[in-house]
């Protein structure tokens, strides 16, 4: 974390987990243990079906409300689809785009990031863009540039103004769900590459204030150490988003002085 420079954002990303009527007391529970993180942006990223839930419980409190997707239109003839807008309007803060579940299950592209990245913004929305590479891809040792690549389309045409809007999450997809966190060096080491990728698009200033997440298996046990690395500026965490007590102590961590 660099304070002094940019926000640290610990986002909790749902995932497809918990129904609307779950929202409620998560939230109760999570605002009586994190009441006013001093430091940091609380994000909780629910299923759409849960954002005016979630909207309604966080109301009173810090911590903002993201959703996990969107579609790259800003209308029409999409059936089954929801457009920045249509979360913009409700109240939302923030989007995850371009999880690798996503790029996984539903083909999603680095070309289709970018559009998803432009109706975020577009609708005044700050996109979570997520960009990681495989164990096989790690081992080939083609890790910086494949990640250099899925930084620069996704932000292809981004103008400078708006890159105070955007977050960029490094999350390692051998590291998703498995219990393996990358070591507090590797992941800095691609936060730090993604920082100078963003340095030679935007420049030292620029590059210097926009918040790099890690995410993969962080949890409360895991996340000090991660987070008092000097580019990773929060975490995206799945599993342990869903339980308060974890959430909450990752927060802590975020928070210390
Ligand atoms: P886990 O924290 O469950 O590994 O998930 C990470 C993730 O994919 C967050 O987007």
Redo the contacts with the bound molecule.
Sequence with gaps: MNRKYRKTIIAG?W?MNMVASQVKPFADELKALSPRPKWCETVVCVPFVNVPAAIKAFKDSRVAIGAENLNENAKGAYTGEVSADMLADLGVKYV?IG???RRQYYGETDISVNKKVHAALGAGLQPIV?VGESLEQRELGITIELITLQVKTALANVPAEKMRKVVI?Y?PIW????GKTATAEQANEVCSAIRAVIRSLYGARIARAVTIQY?????DKNAAELLAQPDIDGG??????LVPAKFSAIIDAANQE
């Design positions: 990303n995932k995850i999880h690798s579940e997520c999450a999350e590291a998703i769900g498995t995410g993969g298996s962080m949890n995206l965490i799945g599993g342990a988003s």
